[in-house]
T-cell receptor, first 116, second 111 residues
Framework: GAVVSQHPSWVICKSGTSVKIECRSL??????MFWYRQFPKQSLMLMAT?????????EQGVEKDKFLINHASLTLSTLTVTSAHPEDSSFYIC????????????FGPGTRLLVL | RKEVEQDPGPFNVPEGATVAFNCTYS??????FFWYRQDCRKEPKLLMS???SGNEDGRFTAQLNRASQYISLLIRDSKLSDSATYLC????????????FGSGTRLSIRP
């Protein structure tokens, strides 16, 4: 089946630094990818929709200047958390939709970010 | 009102029991419905799609009731390995796909 990878799986960084997370579709092309954030014991919250070749669409309350998304190819989307702070510590997951009307989502394994 | 609401949980049931979860959605135009399973500190994995005619996969049965706008998941003969959080997911199609996750129902199976 379709596989989505994320890199890195773990990040620990100092407050104020920027962190880039990569999301790759390994055996299929994805014109759209989704980025989620999940805090402990909470559900996934959609942050933004990444569109290949165009600007990302951000959900209400998500700062586009803080969470920079680039979808430069059909297999790669990146999320950069700029000037990270401890409250940005979370589990970041990307997904890419499958094909067909009954679209399923193929999720990456997630990236744990800890900002000290 | 949340767009997708699930049973509050957590559910703590003995091994072998039958357990059922419900999920309601607010947008009658929603088109696709899924149950995902998420283990602790892992990404969600698709458990099953949900169709109007209902569908069954081994011990798992999913039902969709469009008139009442709810979907359900039934787990029979529960196993210890079924312990996880179950997420109800609804997809809407308007100008773009919109995927909405429920808050999840935590299930714990005890020996």
């Amino acid at each position: 089946g379709a596989v989505v990878s994320q890199h890195p799986s773990w990040v620990i960084c100092k407050s104020g630094t920027s962190v880039k997370i990569e999301c790759r579709s390994l055996d299929f092309q994805a014109t759209t990818m989704f980025w989620y954030r999940q805090f402990p014991k909470q559900s996934l919250m959609l942050m933004a929709t990444s569109n290949e070749g165009s600007k990302a669409t951000y959900e209400q309350g998500v700062e586009k200047d803080k969470f920079l998304i680039n979808h430069a190819s059909l297999t790669l989307s990146t999320l950069t958390v700029t000037s990270a702070h401890p409250e940005d510590s979370s589990f970041y997951i990307c997904s890419a939709p499958g094909e067909g009307l009954q679209e399923t989502q193929y999720f990456g394994p997630g990236t744990r970010l800890l900002v000290l | 009102r949340k767009e997708v609401e699930q049973d509050p949980g957590p559910f703590n049931v003995p091994e072998g029991a039958t357990v059922a979860f419900n999920c309601t959605y607010s947008n009658s135009a929603s088109q696709s419905f899924f149950w995902y399973r998420q283990d602790c500190r892992k990404e969600p994995k698709l458990l099953m799609s949900v169709y109007s005619s209902g569908n069954e996969d081994g011990r798992f049965t999913a039902q969709l009731n469009r008139a009442s706008q709810y979907i359900s998941l039934l787990i029979r003969d529960s196993k210890l390995s079924d312990s996880a959080t179950y997420l109800c997911v609804v997809t809407e199609y308007s100008s773009a796909s919109k995927i909405i996750f429920g808050s999840g129902t935590r299930l714990s199976i005890r020996p």
